[in-house]
């Protein structure tokens, strides 16, 4: 796996929006804020064209993203934010240049597109906070953001549940949006989940549709030889008149039971305003005991 070299003080930023549109108010903040680290911010070409709900044709999106990916002089890639789009894009891309010189791209949501399509090709990336959210981000949010770009220690502690399932790795980790590691499976940006720490989190779905995304990771074989399961912010979580019956909780365990691998819930990554940094690809060590579980990331 190709792990992109730190930034440092100095260096350039780029931020595209591949999915939803987005307007400067909404940048502004974070813009101030990455300037603030050091970092000289340089925005994406079209990024505030709009094209019905997105942030121009997929043609001005995919010609943005590919300069950002080629130009020498860009060290970092942020994703101004999610929504639905991105797929459309990762099939225009060459991403030869970023193999090449690798720098970290960075989103989360819809933005698992990218990290999974990165992981396939041998790419670390950087499972993170985006622009839109910088202005209700935690501090302890940004300072992980802000960490993991320049190469320091990454380490999370969260507290225990009654769910979880104890035990200590050392593995990769991969993973995202559930909904879209589900609409990848058996594309050529599917996960390969074989012998690594898988984490997903979800925004707004409903519980049959957890449980139905859950069988189908299952039967497409990314638990079989799984090493640990993270379960990071499921937000908003819907059920119909007549209730489904079950927990996120007791959906997962359910279909995970048989593997036995450590498994643990209420990672803070995801969807809220604490939502801390992974670097997807990286050889991380997850310790889940009952005092709670810690995440080390150097």
Avoid at 61 to 68: E, G, L, N, P
Avoid at 141 to 146: D, E, G, Y
Avoid at 192 to 209: A, M, N, Q, R, V
Wanted: proline residues 4%; charged residues 20%; negative net charge.
């Amino acid at each position: 796996m190709i792990i992109p070299p730190k930034i440092n003080i100095g260096d350039k930023i780029g931020i595209v929006a591949p999915a939803r549109k987005i307007t400067s108010d909404l940048l502004d903040p974070a813009i101030d804020i990455l300037r603030s680290w050091g970092l000289e911010v340089v925005l994406g070409s079209f990024i505030f064209e709009e094209d019905n709900q997105f942030s121009g044709t997929i043609h001005q999106r995919t010609i943005s993203f590919q300069k950002m990916l080629d130009d020498p002089s860009i060290n970092a890639v942020l994703c101004a934010r999610g929504g639905y789009g991105t797929v459309q894009l990762i099939d225009k891309i060459d991403f030869t240049i970023l193999t090449e010189n690798p720098k970290w791209i960075i989103g989360y949501s819809d933005i698992t597109v990218l990290h999974s399509h990165l992981n396939k090709i041998g790419l670390s990336s950087l499972h993170a906070t985006m622009p839109i959210n910088f202005i209700s981000n935690s501090k302890k949010s940004l300072n992980s953001l802000k960490k993991s770009l320049f190469g320091h220690q990454n380490i999370i502690k969260f507290q225990p549940h009654s769910k979880n399932q104890y035990g200590r790795v050392n593995a990769e980790i991969v993973g995202g949006n559930l909904s879209i590691l589900y609409s990848l499976l058996g594309s050529n940006s599917d996960v390969d989940t074989d012998g690594k720490i898988l984490f997903i989190e979800d925004l707004d779905e409903y519980l049959y549709h957890i449980d139905r995304m859950v069988i189908s990771m299952k039967r497409n074989r990314k638990f079989v030889n799984l090493k640990a399961m993270i379960i990071g912010e499921m937000s908003h979580m819907n059920d119909n008149d007549i209730p489904f019956g079950k927990t996120i909780e007791e959906i997962i365990i359910e279909h995970v039971k048989e593997y036995n691998f450590p498994l643990c819930f209420g990672f803070p990554c995801g969807h809220l305003d604490d939502n801390r940094s992974l670097r997807l690809g990286s050889k991380s060590v997850l310790e889940i005991n009952e005092n709670g579980c810690i995440l080390l990331q150097n």
